[in-house]
């Protein structure tokens, strides 16, 4: 979340809880143009005339575009009133989807993904800090859950969505959806949300001198270390579960279970965290994550038919993937609580930063087979759970 000053309101009025609605239905639209690419790249690469690695390129640069612009738009657009900006970005990334929706070429197509990172990342910083402004203090914390449940059910429901697109569609009419949806939630904005106002600039420098911060270099890398893992595979989630021999009309499913295990994994790892500690949780869902991935790389090496076992693993894979957000922003804020808004900031620009390293690898190794594939994701989980350990000696003691 940005550097946004939270102002308190008197009284939340039935528009306010509309307007915070309204940006959680934002977020889903935000959350859903992230991940949907991913389960239509087959089709759309066949359309575009280029392999499925390189339409995976469409997942790298929103992920990149994101993570690097995302800290620079908070500083730039710092000052503008956030109904103003939230509008705005909501137009701009309806706009590059509906771009994307009517590519001809894959090089249009990447343009148009960047653009789209430009509005998400202007958007989704800003979205919940004006929602806690909306309402009294003490909903300001059901306010920050209404908003961030939108990328939430975005992650569970975006892939699958592509995917239902691609079979009963085409990837393209499901980019327009994603298109009209963003400018139909600005228009809503437009007519119920109140003004809210902007922040002081607070300069990029000052942003990232946190970074030298050695406590925070020991736990920051792991966000894009544990997400690059869990986004090897999911990247090109489509080709990898078929060649796991999970039938083509099961796919669907398999993402289905994929975003169930994603938002119970972030939901039990809260509660985890503020009870077990953030070390414990993450060195479970690390552990987790190998052996998901692992027994998913055996499976595709060997002729073994065993769509249930499939499923088992996909869920855990889900869960232990998204298990990661929670606990890392916990101790993020534990060795740098005076920035707790940059530094979670941080971590989020971490999480599409790792998103888009995930597919690039992921894309590199596709060639090879799945079982390279789902083998490297293995892999890079083992070293997040060791990377995770060492970095305990440099983050607090109680690792949390």
């Known amino acids: 979340m940005s550097n946004v000053s939270i102002r308190s309101t008197p009284t939340a009025s039935p528009a306010r809880l509309s307007a915070t609605l309204a940006l959680a239905l934002g977020t889903f639209a935000v959350g859903t143009d992230a991940f949907v690419v991913a389960g239509f790249l087959p089709p759309m690469a066949e359309d575009l005339g280029v392999t499925t690695a390189t339409a ?37 990334l309806g706009l590059a989807n509906l771009g994307s929706a009517l590519a001809p070429s894959m090089a249009v197509l990447l343009a148009t993904r960047v653009l789209a990172a430009v509005g998400a990342a202007a958007y989704t910083p800003n979205a919940g800090a004006a929602a806690a402004s909306l309402v009294r203090p003490e909903q300001r914390a059901r306010a920050l859950a209404v908003v961030v449940g939108g990328l939430t059910v975005a992650t569970a429901v975006g892939v699958p969505l592509g995917n239902a697109a691609g079979h009963w569609s085409s990837w393209r009419t499901a980019l327009g959806a994603v298109a009209g949806l963003c400018l139909l939630v600005a228009a809503v904005l437009t007519l119920i949300m109140p003004p809210v106002p902007g922040s002081p600039r607070v300069p990029l420098r000052a942003r990232l001198a946190v970074l030298r911060r050695p406590a925070v270099l020991a736990v920051l890398p792991l966000t894009v270390l544990g997400m690059a893992a869990g986004y090897v595979a999911y990247a090109y989630s489509v080709p990898v579960l078929t060649a796991v021999h999970v039938p083509e009309r099961s796919v669907l499913w398999m993402l289905f279970l994929y975003g169930l295990g994603a938002v119970a994994g972030n939901l039990a790892s809260g509660w985890a965290t503020d009870r077990l500690g953030s070390s414990t949780v993450l060195t479970t869902g690390y552990a987790a994550m190998t052996l998901a991935l692992g027994g998913l790389a055996w499976l595709a090496a060997s002729d073994t ?94 690792g949390s």
């Open 56 to 92: 995976g390129w469409s997942v790298t640069v929103f992920a990149a575009a994101y993570a690097v612009l995302s800290p620079v738009l908070a500083t730039l657009l710092a000052r503008l009133p956030r109904r103003t900006l939230l509008i705005a970005a909501l137009a701009v």
């Open 305 to 398: 038919d065993a769509v249930p076992l499939v499923g088992l693993l996909v869920l855990l894979w889900g869960a232990s993937c998204w298990c990661q957000t929670p606990p890392q922003q916990h101790r993020l804020i534990e060795v740098a609580p005076q920035e707790a808004p940059l530094v979670v900031s941080l971590n989020s620009s971490g999480i599409y930063a790792g998103i888009g390293l995930g597919s690039l690898l992921g894309g590199a190794t596709l060639g090879s087979g799945a079982g390279p594939v789902y083998g490297l994701a293995a892999g890079l989980s083992a070293v997040a759970l060791v990377f995770l350990r060492v970095s305990l000696r440099w983050s607090r003691p109680n």
